[in-house]
């Protein structure tokens, strides 16, 4: 049994940042590498500091620290904005928001809508979850709306903490009315009576216009909607997955649960609970304003509507897009202007856990079951070029080195086997004598781990194994 009421001072030796605050900050996320030459002694002051800071959310300018403060390229490439008008106009107050037709999809819900119809027209729509895990939102809704247990709750994850994206940041910075009014939607649909809000602590901005947004919104509706309470992370990759946020709102040590049960049957305090993350629920209101049908004209197969992709700072138009499913990653390299300096060695797409991408494959098409096929997966949509200047040794190092700083420890394959892995690279080669030792992490790690922080980093060193296997063994 998973004990409750620790003391604080045990939970926190869980955290990075639980007592601890720097004056300055300087990111080490695979972004700022990728691109270090371009301020060394951002890097170098990076890799000195600690504890570590792993994103701050400003992959478009990296190498970055907390003293920056640009702003980031914004675009539309798709037929229709769903989510792009609202990060382009940084909608500052809620009568501009309104002005611009915000509020009026939770309003048509509550008025106009049964529970069951707003999880049909999400079932419709087949929107997936854009936090990583692709799992239909609808499907999601409808599995905690059918629990006998009456108290239910939505969390709504802010902790987006891979390295090179920075589409959740925006989203809460730019157009936070937006993403309160999809929570509003959900908390309706799955009857929740608390919505809970987990912002990462690199994300100041973010926390502080979610907060002023939600004192609005309450005014406006006279407190009649569900309660909404606002969470700061302390630092710590692995809280982002669902069951570690859960443990972490409720004052555990945030380590990740076996699953199931299903945080939808037993979640947030025992009760049936909906995790979604960002740039999901900020999908909403469109959807209840136009149709799920309509929105399933965006995107292709069985990835639909827009999604938004980060591009890092080593692309000549780094920034944010909006893009719609099934675009080819050459056309998204092409919008990126291609690299600012040297050729394209390779992409990480959902980095830095995910395999990476070649050049050759790059007529692949963005979409959840085309990236898996390469061996890839889409994670928050964050797209990490690299050229000849990052060797794939070196990569791969400060991927082990990330993933085996950030384990919690709980589950034996990532508490040895990320170490392990990054003791042989760290020669900078894999020995051909220890290939077979080295497999068999990987199998465990793919396959035994409790998280996607385990599985992810097993997938990534296979699929540079497979990929660039004569440059990583001798």
């Known amino acids: 049994m998973v004990r409750i009421n620790l003391p604080k001072k045990e939970i926190n030796t ?4 639980a007592d601890k605050e720097l004056p300055e900050e300087y990111c080490r996320g695979l972004a700022c590498f990728v691109n270090r030459s371009e301020n060394l002694d951002y890097w170098n002051k990076a890799k000195e500091q600690n504890p570590r800071t792993y994103c701050l959310g400003k992959c478009y300018s990296a190498p970055s620290s907390t003293n920056m403060d640009s702003k980031p390229l914004i675009d539309i490439i798709s037929k229709e904005p769903i989510l792009g008008t609202f990060l382009k106009n940084n909608v500052y107050s ?3 928001y309104i002005k611009m037709g915000g509020m009026s999809s939770y309003e048509y819900a509550i008025t106009s809508l049964s529970q069951k119809d707003v999880i049909n027209e999400v079932k419709d729509s087949y929107l997936r979850g854009r936090g990583g895990a692709g799992f239909p939102t609808g499907l999601k809704w409808e599995s905690a709306y059918n629990q006998k247990e009456e108290e239910r709750y939505l969390i709504i994850n802010g902790d987006e903490g891979d390295p090179g994206a920075f589409s959740d940041r925006f ?3 730019y157009a936070p009315y937006l993403v309160i009014e999809g929570a509003l939607i959900a908390a309706y649909a799955i009857n929740a009576k608390e919505i809970y809000f987990y912002i990462r602590r690199e994300y100041p901005k973010s926390i502080s216009r979610i907060r002023n947004a939600i004192i609005e919104i309450k005014n406006y509706f006279n407190n009649k909607i569900p309660k909404i309470n606002v969470e700061i992370g302390k630092g710590s990759y692995v809280v982002g997955e669902e069951t570690a946020l859960i443990n972490a709102l409720m004052g555990r040590r945030p380590e990740p649960m076996p699953r199931p049960p299903y945080p939808t049957e037993k979640g947030l305090f025992g009760k049936p609970t909906v ?4 740039e999901t629920i900020s999908n909403i209101p469109y959807i209840i304003k136009n149709g799920g049908k309509k929105y399933y004209e965006f995107g292709f ?3 639909r509507g827009t999604k938004l992709i980060s591009l ?8 944010l897009y909006e893009v719609e499913f099934g675009i080819t990653l050459d056309e998204i390299v092409k919008i990126g202007g291609g690299l600012r300096r040297g050729n394209l060695k390779g992409l990480i797409i959902g980095a830095p856990l995910s395999g990476i991408v070649t050049p050759e494959e790059l007529n692949t098409r963005l979409g959840y079951e085309e990236l898996r096929e390469i061996g890839s997966s889409l994670g928050h949509g964050n797209i990490i070029a690299f050229n000849e200047e990052t060797k794939i040794s070196e990569l791969l190092y400060e991927i082990l080195e990330f993933s085996s700083y950030e ?3 709980k589950c034996t394959p990532c ?4 170490k392990k892995l990054r003791d042989l690279i760290s020669k900078g080669y894999f020995e051909k004598n220890e290939l077979k030792e080295i497999n068999n992490i990987i199998l465990a790690l793919r396959n035994t781990s409790l998280c996607g922080l385990g599985t992810g980093t097993g997938e990534v060193v296979f699929s540079i194994l497979n990929k660039y296997g004569n440059e990583v063994i001798r």
């Open 171 to 173: 989203l809460m910075e």
């Open 312 to 319: 890092n700072s080593l692309f000549k138009k780094p920034g």
């Open 14 to 17: 869980f955290y990075a940042f």
């Open 94 to 96: 809620l009568s501009d």
């Open 407 to 409: 384990s919690c420890g």
């Open 301 to 303: 197969s069985k990835s």
């Open 275 to 278: 995790v979604n993350n960002v």
């Open 415 to 418: 508490r040895i086997g990320t």
